[in-house]
């Protein structure tokens, strides 16, 4: 991996991150959030993985636009090919 596609990544993680915490957050706020959510979320989360294509296309486009930005362009690999 090159240092460019390390940065995406980075990128990434973070943004995916923020938008959790910010989420958690508004629930906290509304003391909408009980102890054992995050466990109950998790959980729901590894079972939906692969049911939801709209997400992981959302996600693919976002990717791009975060690796084009940063001039990887051709590099990018491309969605269900090997």
């Not at 390390?6 to 906290?28: A, D, G, N, P, Y």
């Not at 995050?38 to 990717?63: C, D, G, P």
């Amino acid at each position: 991996m090159t240092r460019k596609e390390h940065t995406l990544m980075v990128h990434m993680f973070t943004r995916q991150t923020m938008l959790i915490s910010s989420i958690v957050e508004v629930l906290k706020s509304r003391n909408f959030f009980e102890p054992d959510d995050i466990e109950a979320f998790e959980a729901l989360v590894r079972q939906r993985e692969n049911e939801n294509q709209e997400i992981f296309h959302a996600v693919v486009n976002q990717y791009t636009v975060f690796a084009q930005g940063l001039g990887l362009g051709d590099d990018l690999p491309q969605v269900g090919k090997t």
